[in-house]
């Protein structure tokens, strides 16, 4: 808040001193400076946010877990169980739905390797394709679905990029970057999954 200026009209109609002028220039000098400075707190919170988007580091554990899993893709299913749509409309079309279900259970070597970014890592999900697919039989078939990728359009979108991307063309790794890069920022993720292998492609 502006200092009331007292006094007459004749001392309050000098203004502010030319020394007064060069001290105030010299303040937003040194400022700006440090906000440009390398290695500054700007660039360390940026550096944090872009760690952050790509989750905490795997345990050994998951890491198995999602090998296992990815090793079952691509896969094709004669028929599917009942997609348990309930009696309310999802977040995205069904269509969108569907086909963001059945890429889960076809490309687990895809969606093993790509994380959400909704906090489904606490009803212990490792990666997307725990977001639809919850259990498979032995020769890779899906016998139930997970109920969590209908109501949320997180997991729906970043199935939906994975999909297009590989769709077009794209490597396992280079899906993995674009969805870290395009959800990270908005959402950053906890979900400890693993990054596909260096020679792991799309098939």
């Given at each position: 808040?502006?200092?009331?200026v007292?006094?007459?009209k004749h001392?309050?109609?000098r ?10 220039v ?5 400022v700006?400076?440090l906000?440009f400075w390398?290695?500054?707190s700007?660039?360390?919170a ?23 899993k ?6 094709s299913q004669?028929t599917?169980p009942?997609?348990p749509?309930?009696?309310y409309?999802?977040p995205?079309s069904?269509?969108v739905v ?5 890429f ?17 890592e606490?009803a ?5 394709t725990d ?5 498979r039989?032995?020769n890779?078939?899906?016998?139930e679905w ?11 979108d970043v ?16 899906i993995r970057?674009?969805v870290?890069k ?11 999954t693993p990054?596909?292998?260096a020679?792991?492609?799309a098939?």
């Open positions: 808040m502006a200092k009331k007292t006094g007459s001392s309050g109609s203004g502010v001193s030319p020394a007064a002028i060069i001290g105030i010299v303040v937003v000098a040194a700006g400076g906000m390398p290695g500054s700007t660039d360390s940026t550096t944090a946010t872009a760690e952050k988007a790509g989750g905490p580091e795997p345990s050994a554990e998951i890491v198995a877990s999602t090998q296992a990815a090793a079952f893709g691509p896969h004669a599917y009942p997609i749509f309930q009696g409309a999802p995205r069904e269509e569907r086909a963001a279900y059945q889960a259970a076809e490309h687990p070597e895809i969606t093993s390797y790509v994380p959400c970014f909704c906090g489904c606490r212990g999900h490792e990666g997307n977001c639809f697919v919850k259990s039989a032995a890779g078939d899906v016998t997970d109920e969590h990728g209908l109501d949320c359009a997180v997991c729906i199935a939906t990029v994975a999909r297009q991307m590989h769709t077009s063309g794209a490597s396992v790794r280079d970057a674009a870290d395009q959800f990270g920022g908005v959402y950053p993720s906890n979900m400890p990054h596909p292998p020679a792991h492609t098939h």
